[in-house]
């Protein structure tokens, strides 16, 4: 006789889904280390990634119940972790994500990108010049795993 997964393996399956992804685990990984929200074209900006795959990427991880929608500034979408320290699933996520090392570059990209907000978050789209010249004026390449990319600017 066999049964159906328990609501618990069901949803530790779906989040494990969209993890099989790394640049996924390092939007997780980014959400855990900051200290706020942080907005799809920052992520993009940090990851080197065109903002239309940050986005499916957000989406998936938030259909899989790991991310948030914490609310908008302007026509920004500030993302946050939608997990706690509630459940054992919770913490082993945390636990995991905590082992996740952050390549030099992104660690910097993303201190970067951060300070280039004011009081009310971002207000630099994704591939904005004054984001790129920052990054440049940095040394900040973009990150090795990253696509070339070709977006306009």
Do not use: N
Not at 16 to 45: F, H, I, N, Q, W
Not at 97 to 102: A, D, I, P, Q, S
Not at 127 to 138: E, I, M, N, S, T
């Amino acid at each position: 006789m066999t049964t159906g997964p328990t609501s618990g393996e069901a949803a530790v399956s779906a989040a494990a889904k969209p993890l099989g992804e790394p640049r996924r685990v390092r939007l997780l990984r980014l959400l855990l280390e900051s200290d706020t929200t942080l907005c799809g074209c920052e992520l993009a900006d940090i990851l080197g990634a065109p903002d239309y795959q940050i986005s499916r990427d957000l989406s998936a991880l938030r259909q899989a119940g790991l991310v948030t929608d914490q609310g908008r500034s302007g026509t920004w979408v500030h993302y946050g972790p939608s997990w706690g320290l509630a459940s054992v699933t919770d913490r082993l996520l945390t636990s995991v994500l905590e082992e996740v090392e952050l390549a030099p570059v992104v660690k910097d990209r993303f201190a970067l990108r951060l300070a280039l907000r004011d009081q009310a978050g971002c207000i630099l789209g994704a591939g904005h010049p004054d984001v790129l010249a920052a990054f440049d004026a940095a040394g900040l390449a973009e990150p090795e795993d990253s696509p070339q990319r070709t977006d306009a600017r």
